[in-house]
Structures are given as structure tokens and as C-alpha cells.
């Protein structure tokens, strides 16, 4: 599945070397609007996915 960051509501910045997460800026969030990410589920019973494009991230889709 593929979506827009601007239908995502990201919760953490996935560090490159997977040692953790860490807390995404707004100014990050605002400037991934129109970059295209791919995403795979991470947890279903919370609904959680990462959201892989430069950088990975944990997620949630906007609802409508």
C-alpha cells in the first residue's frame, strides 16, 4: 500500500541504524505532505504502520 504523508499521522522518526525512535518536528511533518511513502503494517490491533520512503517512520492513517 501506498500513501501520501499528508494521509499519515506520524507518531515517531525511525533512526537509521535501529536503535530506536525518536520524536518527529512539525517542520518534518509539514514538508513530507506530497512525498509518496510505502507502507507495511507494523501492528494491526493498533492500528500502527511504518512508512518507508528517505526515511522510515511509525504511523497512523488520518481517518476521514
Known amino acids: 500500500m501506498k500513501k501520501f504523508g ?3 499521522h506520524f ?3 525511525i533512526k537509521r541504524d535501529g536503535s530506536g525512535t525518536k520524536e ?3 517542520t518534518t511533518i509539514d ?3 506530497d512525498e ?3 507502507l507495511n503494517w507494523l501492528s494491526i490491533t493498533s ?3 511504518i512508512a518507508s520512503g528517505f526515511n522510515s517512520f ?3 492513517l ?3
Do not use: N, P, Y
Open 47 to 49: 492500528k500502527t504502520l
Open 31 to 33: 514538508s513530507m505532505d
Open 36 to 38: 509518496l511513502f510505502r
Open 58 to 60: 511509525v504511523v497512523k
Open 62 to 64: 488520518k481517518g476521514k
Open 24 to 26: 518527529v518536528r512539525q
Open 6 to 8: 499528508k494521509d499519515l
Open 11 to 13: 507518531i515517531s522518526w
